[in-house]
C-alpha cells in the first residue's frame, strides 16, 4: 500500500504540475491573440505611416532637384552676368575715354553757337531742300539749345 501511495503522490504530484504548465500555456496563448491582434494594428498604423513617409521622401526629393537645377541656372546666369558686367564696364571706360576726347570739340562747338546770327539762321530758313549735312547740324544746334535751357 505504501507503494501505491507513494505513486499517488507522485502522480498528483505531476498532475499539478501539468495542470499549472497547461494554464501557463493557455494564458501565453491568449497573451498571444492580444499581442497578435495589437501587432496587426500597429502594422495598419506603420503601413499608413509608410505610405506618408514614401510620399513625403518623392516631394523632398522632386523639390530637392527643382532647387538643384535653380541654382544651376542661377549660378549659370551669375556667371553669364559676371562676363556681362566686365564687358559694361569695359564699354563705359571707352564710351568715357570717347567722351573726355569730344569734350573740347563739344565745348567749341557751344563757343560757335554763340556767333551764330539771326539773319544766318533765316539763310537756313530760305533753303528749300537743305542738304543732309546742313539738317543735321541744325538738329544737333536745336538739340544744344534746347539742353542749355536757351
Known sequence: MKFLATKRKYLDSAVRRLEGGLTTLAKAAEDTKILSAELAIKNEEIAEKKIIVEALIADITQK?????KKQKEASEKKAFLAVKSVEINEKKEEANRDMEAAAPA???????LQNVQAKQ????KALANPADAIRVVCQLTFHFYIKDGK
Open 64 to 68: 530637392s532637384e527643382t532647387a538643384s
Open 106 to 112: 563739344l565745348l567749341a562747338a557751344k563757343a560757335a
Open 121 to 124: 539762321i533765316t539763310e537756313i
